[in-house]
């Protein structure tokens, strides 16, 4: 039996690749709480996307999927942290304040699989999400959670990683990669 890129494995699991049109244009922001079924389907939709991902692919660093990679141009992400943090649901979020300490990391995305890329991201964020209510909330995150939901946050821009990564920085094929199953390290 041959081996079945990362990419495919997820494009057959209902993940968007890249170069699909939805991955590349803002997500549609959600009227709540007149839109709160819509949006409580939609969220639904994206953890149980992340249920079939996960029974086939372990993830060291936690995950998040964006509503944009299920196809659908709504601004949803949900994020699931390493260990046994809680999940956390974003909707309508926009970063309000980064730090200026930066990291730079590798990341990997759903959407293209087959590689990582050295990603530099602010070590801080702050961000501003909707609740089903509408209320707004506001919440910081930091090192391996600020990455995940900045990574994540933009998805919903329309925005894959390797926009981020420096000049003449290029992503590297999976197979080179050394650090699968490996928590993101921080001094």
Known sequence: MSDVRPSRQMRDLGVVQHGAGVLAEPARAFDLPAERDEAERITDELFAAMERIGRVHPFAKGMGIAAPQIGIGRAAAVVQPSGDAPAVILLNPRITTRSEKMDEQYEGCLSFFDVRGLVPRPLKITVEATLLTG??????????????????????DGLLYPARMRTGVEPIPVEKYRQTGRAWTYD
């Open 135 to 156: 209320e707004p909330v506001t919440t910081a995150y930091e090192r391996g959670l600020a990455r995940l939901i900045h990574h994540e946050i933009d998805h919903l």
